[in-house]
């Protein structure tokens, strides 16, 4: 166990809707990571907050936003959902930048 | 840009052999550090190992052990005597020297068969 928690689990849901994922660091981690994992493109860095603040963006599409709250968990929020937004969505989190990043169990969203 | 090449896109072997999982790397950075994870079928990524690029000394972790070499560019993983509870997706990262953000490899997928 990672002591990063990520909910739901598993997400299913239809093309154009909106989900939200969320995600809670290790404690006192104050860097969130968000990645997207899939067949084709493999794992995909999106998003990355540090105590509150974005700090680092990857290839992540303008459907898709993330906020990291004061208490420091961070949610995921996908909108307008397309099918080949299936995928596997990974919160980590690290102490500072440059360590080892330690990885919640993912959330499997399948959309329909 | 950081890459990552991890050759290996599956590799099957019997219990007890020793395997080998490749990694290869370009970087521009001077000082850098590497990663190395396992997926097991469960789906959790899994955090193994971290390596500085100062220090190019083999590390050994029981059945685990990591070669590093500055020089082919290459941070290969061995697993000796291999067990079933190996079977796993191994992923090798490096993060880029401004942002710390890692570049994964399409990851190397080890069965193996009792």
């Known amino acids: 166990d990672s002591g990063v928690t990520q909910t739901p689990k598993h997400l299913i849901t239809a093309t154009g809707q909106r989900v939200t994922l969320r995600c809670s660091p290790r404690?006192?981690?104050?860097?969130v990571y968000w990645y997207q994992q899939s067949l084709d493109q493999g794992l995909q860095f999106l998003i990355q907050?540090?105590?509150?603040?974005?700090?680092a963006k990857g290839n992540i599409l303008e459907r898709f936003s993330a906020q990291q709250f004061p208490d420091l968990h961070s949610e995921l929020n996908l909108s307008s959902l397309e099918l080949g937004d299936s995928a596997l969505y990974f919160c980590?989190?690290?102490?500072?930048?440059?360590?080892?990043?330690?990885f919640g169990p993912g959330t499997r969203l399948t959309v329909l | 840009a950081q890459k990552v090449t991890q050759a290996q896109t599956e590799i099957s072997v019997v219990e007890k052999e020793d395997v080998t999982l490749d990694c290869v790397y370009e970087?521009?950075?001077?000082?850098?550090?590497l990663f190395w994870y396992k997926q097991p079928p469960s789906g959790e990524l899994v955090f193994l190992i971290r390596?500085?690029?100062?220090?190019?000394q083999n590390e050994i972790s029981g059945r685990y052990s990591w070669n590093f070499q500055k020089s082919t560019s290459s941070f290969n993983f061995t697993i000796t005597a291999s067990q079933v509870v190996d079977s796993a997706v191994y992923f090798c990262?490096?993060?880029?020297?401004?942002?710390?953000?890692?570049?994964f490899g399409r990851g190397t997928s080890l069965i193996v068969h009792p």
């Open positions: 980590a989190s690290s102490p500072r930048r440059g360590n080892e990043q330690f």
């Open positions: 404690s006192g981690d104050l860097s």
């Open positions: 907050y540090y105590n509150g603040e974005e700090r």
């Open positions: 970087t521009r950075d001077t000082t850098y550090y």
């Open positions: 390596r500085n690029s100062f220090d190019e």
């Open positions: 990262a490096l993060p880029s020297g401004g942002s710390y953000i890692p570049t």
